[in-house]
């Protein structure tokens, strides 16, 4: 038996302003801070050992990495940060408040922009440039659907987290509410029309207990 940890990151100042945020850097809020260093005494208190952590490159997931690995003693495990883990890229709707997409657009084709497996929000008019992406050659999407950023996510998971995994050493994943949904879809086998009801809160961490085909045994929000 093998164990990996999910956890998104605590509040972010998005969050709490109903923002779509994205690619975009927002810390995290006083109570996102208080969320993180729960969830890390959370973690604690099972006693689990990681050999790694993986996350995004984006401050409010690092900021609540830093924060859990502290309350677990184990800052001295490995730490991997990819761009595949940031949160899903909401295109032209980041930087808006979500209460007024709503009213604008309905509330039909909002859910099917925040919630559906294949449904694209409105894309950016360019692309921008980021020296954590330039550096890598990888250019920054115009928008993503949620098939779209699991696209990205799995060959992460393929080569970076399963072959820890099947090598018997227990994984950490902090990261964000679009992606972790990616990733419970693939690891819980989730229809595409089913994915919109699950829902990833702030700061509250999934343990799943996995066999060694990586076949889910037990799972349990701490």
């Known amino acids: 038996m093998v164990t990996l940890t999910i956890m998104r990151h605590g509040e972010s100042l998005a969050n709490a302003n109903h923002i779509f945020t994205?690619?975009?850097d927002v810390p995290?809020?006083?109570k996102g801070i208080e969320q993180a260093h729960a969830a890390g005494q959370k973690i604690e208190r099972t006693g689990i050992q990681f050999t790694d952590?993986?996350?995004?490159?984006l401050?409010?997931?690092?900021d609540t990495t830093n924060i859990v690995l502290d309350e677990i003693n184990q800052a001295f495990i490995d730490e991997h940060k990819s761009w595949r883990l940031n949160e899903r890229h909401y295109g032209n709707l980041r930087g808006q408040n979500k209460l007024l997409v709503k009213q604008r657009v309905g509330a039909e084709k909002f859910m099917q922009w925040r919630r559906s497996f294949d449904a694209v929000p409105?894309?950016?008019t360019h692309r921008d440039h980021d020296i954590r992406y330039d550096r890598l050659g990888v250019l920054e999407p115009l928008g993503e659907s949620l098939r779209m950023a699991y696209n990205r996510i799995l060959p992460y998971w393929e080569d970076m987290i399963a072959p820890r995994l099947l090598d018997g050493h227990n994984q950490l994943v902090v990261a964000h509410g679009s992606t972790l949904r990616a990733m419970i879809k693939y690891l819980e086998r989730i229809d595409d029309q089913d994915i919109d009801k699950v829902e990833v809160p702030n700061g509250a961490p999934i343990q799943y207990q996995l066999n060694d085909q990586l076949t889910i045994v037990d799972k349990m929000t701490l």
């Open 122 to 124: 409105p894309l950016l």
């Open 22 to 24: 994205g690619w975009n």
């Open 59 to 62: 401050i409010r997931a690092i």
């Open 53 to 57: 952590v993986h996350t995004s490159f």
């Open 28 to 30: 995290l809020t006083q």
